[in-house]
């Protein structure tokens, strides 16, 4: 059902969800909680295709997050939700990174091309 709040879910117990923030932090992708707020804040994260509506969206195992970074975008599949900010051996097992396929040169502008 379209629109329908996941935290209020039935279908999806409590433990199979995680805020967005907390879940970026315990994978890695940003060096603290508060620069993973900022991030979704500041419009750089999107959960399935829309701009993350705040840094309490609940994510959960499916769900494909594409993180605009410094130098780099990101997409990755959620593929579980952490219990700590572990290791990155422990963090890597919370997703399927999407972008590793991805030809780095599509995502940098062509300085060849005419506007």
């Known amino acids: 059902m379209a ?3 996941s935290r209020k879910d039935p279908d999806v117990p409590y ?3 995680q805020r967005l923030d907390k879940w ?10 508060a620069l993973a707020t900022k991030l979704v804040e500041a419009g750089h994260v999107r959960l399935n295709g829309a701009r993350a509506a705040g840094p309490d969206k609940p994510v959960r195992k499916g769900d494909v997050l594409t993180i605009a970074l ?4 990101r997409v990755l599949r959620v593929e579980a939700s ?5 290791p990155y051996e422990e963090a890597r097992l919370l997703y ?3 972008s590793e396929g991805l030809d780095a040169g ?10």
């Open 24 to 33: 970026l932090w315990f994978a890695r992708v940003v060096k603290s909680r």
């Open 82 to 86: 952490g219990e700590r900010r572990g």
């Open 106 to 115: 599509r995502l940098a502008p062509d300085p060849d091309a005419t506007l």
């Open 3 to 5: 629109g329908r709040d």
């Open 15 to 17: 433990g199979e969800r």
């Open 96 to 98: 399927t990174d999407l």
């Open 70 to 73: 410094e130098r780099q975008v």
